[in-house]
């Protein structure tokens, strides 16, 4: 018998809501990290400073969120004007 939209015995889990194992490996993880904080920032310290600087990139896209680029189009008719900024001290 096929799925039926509008059947209400569905036993899945309800939308939004976690999922268990997500949430322990999650939690997991982040009492491993808490630890060892002190042993991470002593090895981040001893890198050379590019592969500090790619790490620090690396680790960042997990905290800061990427932002989409943004084409800018327009009628050929009227074209965009873009004014010149000046900086005054």
């Given at each position: ?12 889990r309800?939308?939004g809501?976690s999922n268990?194992?997500?949430?322990k ?5 982040t ?7 002190e042993?991470l ?6 890198l050379?400073p590019k ?7 690396e ?14 189009t ?5 074209p965009?004007?873009i004014l ?5 001290d």
């Amino acid at each position: 018998m096929p799925f039926e939209k509008g059947h209400n015995l569905a036993k899945g889990r309800p939308k939004g809501s976690s999922n268990k194992s997500t949430s322990k490996v999650r939690e997991s993880f982040t009492k491993l990290l808490e630890d060892n904080l002190e042993q991470l920032k002593e090895d981040f310290s001893e890198l050379e400073p590019k592969d500090r600087i790619r790490l620090f990139m690396e680790l960042s896209k997990y905290v800061i969120p990427q932002l989409k680029s943004t084409e800018i189009t327009g009628d050929p008719e009227k074209p965009v004007n873009i004014l010149p900024i000046e900086w005054v001290d």
